[in-house]
């Protein structure tokens, strides 16, 4: 921040200096004209009309000097910008694809294993985000991923999509290494419910075929119904056709979330992972939200992220992390009966929830 703010005092103290030369320069100029013309004029060897015509090429030329001056600015503006797009198109990701990648075995099943995992931060090299995390999730299974803010949550789900790879340890899908596949192979099969879904200002048809580009329109509908999305997208003035707006803007927050289920519904991938799926809803949203999310984790392995531990009291296993590391797995039943943080987490969500 205060970088950007010394670089702009910076930028606007050149300009300003740029400025006053070109002002100096300009009325300079025509105070000279006028001084010599009106020498001339006394003197008789120079008529009024001419010294007229000076003074009037005088400011023609100061004008289009001064408006060089702002097409200057401009141009070393863009020149800034281009700076920074060059650096970008140079950039080299730091993740290695592999020149001959592995298969995975067909149907792919959706076997997680993460063994020995350890993770830090470019940012954060003091503080390791996942140390020696251990966690398999067999085909079908759903498991929970609960914690305090901070505690490595979606660093889980960032290294399953290989957004980054551990330091050390082992992350396989199928008993196939990730590292030793090609991302967009990986990628294929793993559905993403995130939070906060990312919506393009395009028609509702194209927001949902995304997740699969070839889908047909009955295919796209199909998904938007079982994900409880068909009788708003029906409602819209143009239907499926409906522009949505910038980051959906047309889109209240629970429908913007049912239209990311439509999508990872219309995917089918094998592996799916919802990441606060249901947070900042009303209660009627969240029901709406809740459905469709059953829907779509029925025959898949999920793993889903909740700071409302009343929206995983389904799930196969939860698992309690804490800076990094796994402190508790069980059941809702099992964790409670063990204390610990997961208990302390529902005293406070459960028994100070508002009544109703």
Do not use: C
């Amino acid at each position: 921040m205060q970088v950007a703010l010394g670089t702009a005092r910076k930028r606007i103290r050149l300009q300003a200096m740029l400025t006053a030369v070109v002002i100096v320069l300009v009325f300079g100029s025509i105070t000279a004209v006028l001084w010599v013309g009106a020498k001339d004029v006394i003197n008789g060897s120079m008529s009024a009309g001419t010294l007229g015509q000076f003074v009037l090429y005088a400011l023609i030329g100061a004008g289009s000097v001064g408006a060089l001056a702002e097409v200057w600015a401009e141009v070393q503006r863009a020149a800034g910008g281009m700076a920074r797009i060059n650096d970008l198109l140079h950039e080299r990701s730091v993740l290695v694809v592999p020149a001959q990648p592995s298969t995975l075995p067909l149907p792919v099943r959706g076997h997680l294993r993460l063994q020995g995992v350890r993770f830090h931060y470019p940012t954060r090299p003091d503080a390791p985000a996942l140390e020696d995390f251990n966690l398999e999730v067999r085909p079908g299974e759903t498991v929970a991923l609960v914690g305090p803010s901070g505690a490595g949550k979606s660093t889980v789900f960032q290294l399953l999509l290989r957004f980054h790879d551990p330091e050390a340890g082992d992350i396989t899908l199928d008993g196939v290494d990730l590292r030793t596949l090609a991302p967009a192979t990986l990628r294929a099969q793993v559905a993403l419910v995130p939070q906060d879904p990312v919506i393009f200002g395009a028609t509702a048809r194209e927001n949902i075929r995304y997740g699969r580009l070839e889908a047909g329109d009955a295919d796209i509908e199909a998904a938007a119904r079982s994900a409880e999305a068909h009788e708003f997208l029906a409602a819209l003035p143009q239907g499926y056709d409906s522009e949505l707006g910038e980051r959906g803007a047309r889109l209240s927050g629970g429908q913007q979330q049912r239209l990311a289920i439509a999508r990872a519904l219309l995917k089918d991938a094998p592996v799916l992972l919802l990441d606060e799926a249901t947070s900042a809803l009303d209660a009627q949203s969240e029901r709406a939200v809740q459905q469709a999310l059953e829907r779509l984790m029925r025959g898949r392995t999920t793993l889903v992220i909740a700071h409302r531990l009343a929206t995983v009291l389904k799930a196969d296993r939860i698992v309690v992390m804490d800076r990094g590391r796994i402190v508790a797995q069980g059941t809702h039943a099992e964790l409670l009966a063990q204390g610990g943080l997961y208990a302390e987490l529902a005293r406070l969500q459960f028994d100070h929830a508002p009544m109703a």
